[in-house]
């Protein structure tokens, strides 16, 4: 085994020493031809220097990871231990080992997809056999690796932050697991440190900075355009080494003013002219599988990309894009970070993201390592309703803090104990309590959360500027969907680039779109419509009451369920926001028809057809009983109008349990009719949380029906 590797760094390196190991490394990587850019050596020398402490933030494909092989292969040269190599994404992870291997080095990996490989990898560290072990941040919380870590960190002679502004509260993509993590391997004194990102500005630069030094409190000083130095109390600093974001292969346009169909239509028809494979980048799980589906039956060879697909799928879909099976792949942010491919012809954003940091960061995927590649954005006014919700979801409430830590107790408790008894809902909780254990205010030991007995004090300074800081990045992005001034210099002087200037390219700049511009073809738009009316919605049933209501165990509620639209259509915009706006009891037609034929599509799948109509209960239900009035005429069945409703709503925007109680109290069965053994038909204007559905089924089936249907006009998320 190697001796530590502060004993072996008792001189600092020189910089021909850092451009020896960097022009060895290109060779491997590039060819013999290639060229070390100056900063990259530079960067190289400094990490190379005892505990040093160094940050890099240079566009994607500036070639930040040769940095970090470099620096390994010098350190490496010197009998010095491995390097340790922190990554948020497995997509990128696996770049990485194969880009290592690559440059001559031996990598490995430690994630979650790969457990029963562990004691090989530990074996091999233990006898000094690997230059690079790459870890994802969850791996602090498990027990096996946990126990390592501290004879590991003894050992290792450099520690790298990749996409390193997931570590500060004010990155695009803060990750409070990987934030943890990197607080963890920064304890240790002896390593150096190298911090690499391609999407930081100045802000989230000077976070990143003062969380690499040895004590949190910092000043920042500038040294030149791409070097700057941070300096702490105790003489400890960081080197920044900081370029240019422009992108001069890269053509970037705005396409405004088409609606969600039109936007359908719009890609329909640029796939088949964009220049080689690509990415299309959409806002949610929804509407990734929306597009994807639309674009198939185009007959395109496209892929869904989500965090709700599993690992190897993943992998399989990135492989396929990478050899270029694929045309594109539609993708939310699960595909961004990392994600190596350089001959990526384009990126297109049905929707903005919500700050020009995660919008630099996604389209840089394109243009690595071609001449030109097309980056374009198709805004729309339903927008900024998601980047709402996402940025409020990622800042703490304190009363909602103290509810959670009173719940835990003394004792642990599992999420799904904690949502019943608080009231939180799941994805609101989950970021809270990884927010408290970054504090040490909670732990988690196996499923169960435990409080560890420290306070939490709830910093309002910093959560409220972080506020207003994702207020102001939202009118950035804004202001770029208005196409107010060059495109690329607008990123660049977003991200605080050193050297914004007019890129002569973009569509601000030369006045022209890409095809099909403002006008996507009439056949398009027809066949979206089409498409999309005709893709019904799954509506998934309750399997189990909650915690602390009368019903106890396993749901007997509505069997299946089925929605003519989902959240933000594309499909029926205009139909939905009459729906909203119409007097009680009012329908739109097309809904009703879309209704009507939906039905037709289900009934090929019923063991048996529905002999009766129930509207869903409601403190309104004019609606409900419109729609169970036509679909009974349609269908000539039954109608039985059965219900009643005490009380107000149910309460909103909270967990199963309260939701649950109020409808247990305000929902009757009070028809005077026997109901039928056979399948019912319940039927809803709108549908949410599924709780309404599944109270009113139960009551169903306590009157003797066998089966429960529910059909709603649209299922909200």
């Given amino acids: ?37 100056a900063d990259q050596v530079d960067a190289v020398h400094a990490v190379l220097q005892p505990a040093s402490r160094v940050l890099v933030v240079q566009a994607t494909g500036w070639g930040k990871s040769a940095v970090y092989w470099a620096a390994t292969h010098a350190i490496r040269s010197t009998g010095a231990g491995p390097t340790l190599v922190v990554s948020p994404l497995l997509a990128l992870m696996r770049d990485q080992v194969s880009a290592a291997e690559r440059a001559g080095l031996k990598a490995a990996t430690v994630n979650s997809t790969n457990v029963d490989d562990w004691d090989e990898v530990f074996a091999q560290l233990d006898a000094d056999e690997i230059d690079v072990l790459l870890v994802s941040p969850e791996r602090l919380g498990n027990p096996r690796f946990a126990a390592r870590l501290g004879a590991l960190l003894a050992r290792v002679g450099l520690i790298v932050i990749d996409e390193a502004h997931c570590i500060s509260d004010w990155g695009f993509d803060f990750r409070p697991d990987y934030q943890r993590l990197a607080r963890a391997l920064l304890s240790t004194p002896t390593a150096s440190v190298l911090a690499t990102t391609a999407t930081a ?57 088409l609606s969600p169909l039109q936007r359908y239509a719009w890609i329909a028809d640029a796939l088949a002219q964009l220049p080689g494979s690509g990415i299309v980048y959409v806002l949610t799980v929804a509407e990734a599988e929306r597009l994807t589906a639309f674009l198939r039956s185009c007959g395109f060879a496209v892929d869904a990309y989500t965090g709700q697909i599993d690992a190897d799928t993943r992998l399989k879909v990135e492989d396929r894009l990478r050899h270029n099976q694929v045309k594109a792949v539609v993708a939310t942010s699960a595909l961004g970070m990392g994600y190596d491919k350089p001959d990526l012809g384009f990126c297109v954003h049905v929707g903005s993201p919500s700050t020009p940091v995660a919008y630099y960061q996604q389209v840089g995927r394109a243009g690595r390592a071609v001449a030109h590649a097309e980056g374009v954005l198709l805004p729309s006014d339903a927008d900024e309703r998601i980047w709402d919700y996402f940025a409020t979801a990622s800042i703490p409430d304190p009363q909602t803090a103290a509810k959670v830590l009173q719940s835990l107790g003394g004792d642990g408790r599992s999420l799904i104990e904690i949502e019943a008894d608080t009231g939180v809902r799941r994805g609101r909780l989950e970021a809270l309590l990884k927010i408290l254990a970054v504090e040490g205010v909670v732990d988690k030991d196996g499923s169960a959360w435990r409080a560890t007995g420290v306070p939490y004090v709830h910093d309002s300074v910093k959560w409220a500027a972080l506020a207003q800081v994702r207020q102001q990045e939202a009118g950035i992005m804004r202001q770029y969907a208005h196409g107010q001034g060059c495109l690329m210099a607008y990123l660049q002087t977003a991200l605080d680039d050193p050297s914004p200037a007019p890129c002569g390219r973009c569509s601000v700049c030369t006045g022209h779109l890409p095809f099909p511009g403002l006008a996507p073809s009439p056949d398009k738009l027809i066949a979206a419509r089409d498409f999309l009316r005709g893709m019904d919605v799954d509506i998934e049933p309750r399997k189990r009451w909650p915690a602390g209501v009368k019903r106890k165990g396993s749901i007997q509620g509505f069997d299946a369920g089925r929605a003519v639209s989902f959240a933000d259509d594309p499909g029926w915009v205009a139909e939905l926001q009459a729906l909203r706006q119409a007097a009680p009891g009012d329908v739109p037609d097309e809904l009703l028809a879309g209704a009507v034929a939906m039905l037709g599509r289900w009934a090929k799948t019923w063991p048996a057809r529905p002999v009766c109509v129930v509207p869903l209960p409601a403190p309104d239900m004019a609606g409900n009983r419109r729609l169970a009035a036509h679909i009974a005429q349609k269908g000539r069945l039954w109608l039985q109008d059965g219900f009643s409703w005490t009380g107000g709503p149910a309460p909103d925007d909270v967990a199963s349990t ?37 109270v009113a089924a139960a009551l169903l089936r306590e009157q003797g029906v066998s089966q429960v249907l529910l059909l709603a006009l649209h299922l909200r998320p």
């Fill in 1 to 37: 085994m190697n001796t530590p590797s502060h004993l072996h760094a008792q001189a600092s390196p020189s910089r021909d020493f850092a451009e020896h190991h960097m022009h060895t490394i290109l060779a491997r990587l590039a060819g013999p031809a290639a060229l070390a850019r």
């Fill in 201 to 257: 500005n100045e802000r989230v630069t000077l976070d990143i900075g003062a969380q690499l030094q040895s004590q949190s409190q910092s000043q920042s000083q500038s040294q030149s355009q791409s070097q700057s130095q941070s300096q702490s109390q105790s003489g400890v600093s960081t080197v920044t080494f900081r370029g240019t974001l422009a992108r001069t292969s890269l053509t970037l346009s705005v396409v405004p003013g």
């Fill in 658 to 694: 309260p939701v649950v109680a109020h409808l247990e109290s305000a929902m009757r069965w009070v028809g005077d009719a026997a109901m039928p053994a056979g399948p019912v038909l319940l039927v809803a204007t709108d549908v949410r949380t599924r709780w309404t559905a599944t």
